[in-house]
């Protein structure tokens, strides 16, 4: 059992979400705490000067909205937003707070991963902390 659960959270796919939040609880010790946590890529700079003034805070905001949601729809669970590079932030966070398991969804892989690699497999090879991939 895990007493630091952390849990990211990809909005592209509500059933990834949902089946690492039940892994996430059943694997939580008692008394321990799951927090969700949302990495937001940062904005080449060549880039944001074509959107909208106020598109980071707007953004921020409803992915701030979303988390909650979700934190209170699966029972007690804290939840963070966080700008950076999804793997290394993702690790940077847990290490930082203490995470002994992060559970985190992975799609099925392809070729762009084998070359690239993805943020799962990033997470994996690179954690001090135990971590639970679910396809």
């Known amino acids: 059992?895990?007493?630091?659960?952390?849990?990211?959270?990809?909005?592209?796919d509500e059933t990834k979400i949902a089946a690492a939040m039940k892994v996430a609880q059943m694997l939580?010790?008692?008394?321990?705490?799951?927090?969700?946590?949302?990495?937001?890529?940062?904005?080449?700079g060549y880039v944001i000067n074509y959107l909208p003034q106020d598109f980071i805070r707007s953004s921020h905001a409803a992915i701030e909205a979303d988390l909650?949601?979700?934190a209170s729809a699966y029972?007690?669970?804290?939840?963070?937003?966080i700008t950076g590079h999804s793997g290394r932030t993702i690790l940077?966070?847990?290490?930082t707070s203490g995470a002994d398991l992060i559970v985190i969804g992975s799609h099925r892989p392809g070729m762009q991963?084998?070359?690239m690699g993805s943020t799962a497999t990033h997470v994996v090879r690179h954690s001090a902390c135990a971590v639970h991939v679910l396809r």
């Open 113 to 115: 991963d084998l070359l």
């Open 75 to 81: 029972g007690p669970a804290s939840h963070r937003v």
């Open 28 to 44: 939580q010790s008692k008394g321990g705490k799951i927090t969700l946590l949302h990495v937001i890529e940062e904005i080449p």
């Open 68 to 70: 909650t949601r979700l």
């Open 92 to 95: 940077e966070y847990a290490e």
């Open 1 to 12: 059992m895990y007493s630091n659960i952390i849990v990211p959270i990809s909005f592209d």
